[in-house]
């Protein structure tokens, strides 16, 4: 298994990428930023139509590129032609947001859940995210909300660090989703399965008593999402690392 590089634990993560106003989440523009702050970046993955690997967090255009319909069912050229919240920022392909960190910073991935209900039936997003990885040099490192995304990876690219995305699943945040499903991800209990040598975890939940587990047999707790540096004090009671937008923490 292979562990968490440092620099994970030492520079706080701009969660998708240092952004604000006219600087768009996930936008290439956002990752420059964090760069030349000393930033790490948290972005997130969506496909496109085909398969390709997208740095995009919704599901839908219409928050994020002011369209109608799903980000998987345009293709890469046309989701590129489209502009992020108004600027003149296409929507990346994962390749480009690559070649532009160029190992400058670590990068954590947050594959999204293709399955929607958090289960087996993941699609082939983390095949194309780890064929894109494939000759990366950079620090980086794959996370998951869904178990079976990171055990996938994982059997791909055994090379990069896994993680699972984790939170207390309460029903309102997760509709839909079967309270047995709903407990059996709040206890973490697939992390020694999917091959996970860390957490990135929600702030609201850090009482959980599993992470103390975790943390006693050394594994690294991240933490998301702080936007204060008052909420960044109560997390690093818990927390190795955070993952943060909305104000500017300092590296420990």
């Not at 398969?51 to 599901?59: R, S, T, W």
């Not at 980000?71 to 070649?99: C, E, K, V, Y």
Request: charged share 20%.
């Amino acid at each position: 298994m292979m562990a968490l590089p440092r620099a994970f634990l030492s520079m706080p993560v701009a969660h998708r990428g240092l952004h604000g106003p006219g600087v768009p989440e996930n936008s290439l523009v956002a990752a420059q930023a964090a760069i030349d702050a000393g930033y790490a970046i948290e972005l997130d993955i969506q496909p496109a139509r085909g398969g390709e690997a997208m740095v995009f967090h919704d599901y839908d255009l219409r928050r994020l590129a002011g369209a109608e319909g799903f980000i998987a069912g345009l293709d890469p050229a046309a989701l590129s032609g489209m502009r992020l919240l108004g600027t003149d920022q296409p929507i990346p392909t994962l390749r480009q947001f690559l070649d532009l960190v160029a190992g400058r910073v670590p990068l954590l991935i947050e594959i999204k859940d293709q399955d929607m209900s958090l289960g087996p039936d993941i699609g082939t997003l983390h095949q194309r995210v780890a064929a894109d990885l494939q000759d990366y040099g950079g620090p980086v490192a794959v996370m998951s909300f869904n178990p079976h995304v990171v055990e996938a990876f994982h059997r791909l690219a055994p090379h990069v660090p896994v993680g699972l995305t984790t939170c207390g699943y309460a029903e309102q945040d997760w509709p839909g989703i079967p309270e047995e499903t709903r407990s059996h991800l709040a206890g973490i209990n697939d992390f020694d399965r999917s091959g996970a040598c860390f957490v990135s975890h929600d702030k609201h939940d850090l009482a959980n008593p599993r992470l103390d587990a975790l943390k006693a047999q050394g594994v690294p707790i991240l933490c998301w999402t702080i936007r204060s540096a008052e909420e960044e004090v109560l997390a690093r009671r818990v927390a190795d690392n955070i993952t943060f937008e909305g104000y500017r923490p300092t590296a420990t």
